[in-house]
């Protein structure tokens, strides 16, 4: 089963030579895939069976973010740690299948949390990839939209003061941090507001409103940065 791809249209889109769109509304969507397939599963009732989430491919080569992140950290990071979400979350759904197929309502409520922290912790992390660059394809710097004139950079202007502020702003308050969690740029489609917001172990930014788009996500988990700093 593959998350359905509807697009979010922003209130402000992006557009115009050098601009990037925005990102889609990720989480809705990728969430929609857990959410349907357990209806689907009351649906059909038995012997149904959840397809395998499966890991996609780095959007870059394993290597490609050195020398800023090694190699070696993403084997660890994008090898281990994200793959064992993804494990953990394929074996919780046979759990939750078992649940689900013989009306064990006490069994399937007692796996949940565990979703929701390895469904965090996979969902997180295919966003995370998609926050990040190799240096030869432009990482590190700043795409046309958040340099001056650029659609990004007037809404940090007018939501954080300047990027330098939004960049001290983005480092300070995601490094204080205190454990393991996420740092967000998001974009708030009720205040039509660009807003920082953090999110502790592996939730997501959903999980405090389904008004905000996730527009760029830092893992501050240490496992994200402990081999090479
Ligand atoms: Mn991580």
């Known amino acids: ?65 050195e020398p800023v992140i090694s190699k070696n950290l993403m084997e660890y990071h994008y090898g281990k740690h994200h793959a064992t979400y993804v494990n953990n979350l394929n074996g919780l759904y046979e759990k939750a299948t078992t649940a689900i197929d013989s009306g ?22 295919e966003f995370f990839w998609e926050s990040l660059a190799p240096v030869d394809k432009e990482g590190g710097v700043l795409p046309d939209t958040f340099k001056e004139g650029g659609l990004l950079n007037s809404a940090i202007a007018r939501n954080f003061g300047s990027m330098d502020d939004f960049i001290a702003h983005f480092s300070a308050n995601t490094g204080a941090v205190q454990g393991s969690g996420w740092g967000w740029l998001v974009y708030n489609k009720t205040s039509k507001d660009l807003e920082f917001r953090t999110t502790a172990n592996q939730d997501r930014i959903a999980d405090q409103g389904a008004h905000l788009v996730p527009l760029l996500t830092i893992d501050i988990w240490e496992h994200a940065y402990y081999i090479d700093y």
């Open 104 to 125: 064990d309502t006490q069994g399937f409520v007692d796996i949940s949390q565990a979703i929701k922290f390895n469904g965090g912790g996979h969902l997180n992390h």
């Open 1 to 65: 089963m593959k998350a359905h791809s509807d697009s979010f249209v922003p209130e402000f889109s992006v557009s115009g030579k050098g601009a990037i769109p925005l990102q889609k509304d990720f989480q809705d969507n990728t969430f929609g895939v857990g959410r349907r397939s357990v209806l689907e599963a009351f649906d059909m009732g038995a012997d149904t069976k959840f397809a395998p989430v499966e890991q996609k491919p780095l959007p870059f080569p394993i290597d490609g973010l």
